[in-house]
């Protein structure tokens, strides 16, 4: 059983924490997001990590594919 910790319990987890923490500068226009996070969607064999920068609006994406 898994007790938990600040960065999450599942790898997934922490690679979203990992991105929250280093990669919220805007490749675009170099705004720092400071309150921002990352978001996660999954169709079963890819998770999407998605950011969208508040100040020009660019999408910022990480594909992490499953294995079979």
Do not use: I, K
Not at 14 to 35: I, K, M, N, Q, V
Not at 42 to 58: E, L
């Amino acid at each position: 059983m898994a007790l938990g910790s600040p960065l999450g319990t599942t790898a997934l987890d922490r690679l979203r924490a990992r991105f929250d923490a280093t990669d919220l500068t805007c490749r675009e226009c170099g705004y720092e997001d400071t309150t921002g996070s990352w978001n996660a969607t999954t169709d079963g064999r890819r998770v999407t990590f998605s950011h969208r920068c508040p100040s020009c609006d660019a999408d910022h994406r990480y594909v992490v594919r499953m294995g079979q």
